[in-house]
């Protein structure tokens, strides 16, 4: 785990910081900083998973950098084990009340400091993977609709603030309640695995985002995308599902399985609100796609959304 975990010494004394280094260099990434507003600066820009932290310190002390840390949103979530050479326990309380998870006695064990930073990063590893899958969809393993959701809104201000198009694609497999008629639930499980990965490396080359939002329903988040490329993209991703060769005697409109996708590109204006509204036009699209014959691309009309 030591590839994907970061820790930030903060000590003002450089013999500390070597031990501390060599206690954690097999577990994680390590990050220094000599002084509270290295501290401040690095966890803002750097974002490490876990922060060891000295109480005493020149100009600004430990209690100082944990509150600042606690006060800003970027940094509050990041634990923090400090370190006092203070045998006091309103010391100690202090720094737990203030929202330390741990504390480190000097001087230092290194045998001691292994095991609370090994705690630590392991309550922080087994986060992360719960947080993953909260945001995965269990069948096909891509993003799902929550993801989907958290990832709108964030493109969508990104588009409103930098004036940069954006475009929202919805697709659906083609008569797909008749394939599991045909072929049964469990083929048609394999079948959105299947369709999943296509769409996901037809998006590798590309800043896209594929999300399963629902049933045979996937979605597509393309920023800075304009239409004309936006349909580029979703017809490649609706050839390569048709390349699959999938069979489906069911199907009113090939012999094989076949996408259907509706497109709305637009830059963002005002509120999220208007996010559900562009959605709703792209799903409105995907409804005429249907109605046309299915197995195609429809880009919805030119509608200007609420201001």
Known sequence: MNDELSVLIVDDDKS??????ECISGMAQVLLAKNGAQAIEKSMSLLPDLIVLDIVMPDMDGFSVIETLRNRSQTQHIPIIFI???DSEEVEMKGLKLGAVDVLSKPLHPGVVQARIYTQLQNVFQKRLLDALVHIDALTTIANRRQFDEVLEREWKNSLSL???LSLVILDVDYFKDYNDCYGHQAGDTVLKKIALSLKHGLEHTHGFIA???GEEFAMILPNTPVEFAVE???NAIKQVSDLQIAH???GCS????????????VAKNTSDN??????LADRALFKAKESGRNQVVVADSVCLPA
């Open 16 to 21: 500390n910081r070597q031990v501390l280094k």
């Open 84 to 86: 006092t050479g203070s």
């Open 163 to 165: 004036g940069t198009p």
């Open 212 to 214: 399963r939002i629902g």
């Open 233 to 235: 993209i979703v017809e």
């Open 249 to 251: 005697q069911g199907s």
């Open 255 to 266: 012999s094989v399985i076949t996408l259907s996708a509706g497109i709305h590109s637009m």
């Open 275 to 280: 996010a559900r509204a562009a959605l709703e």
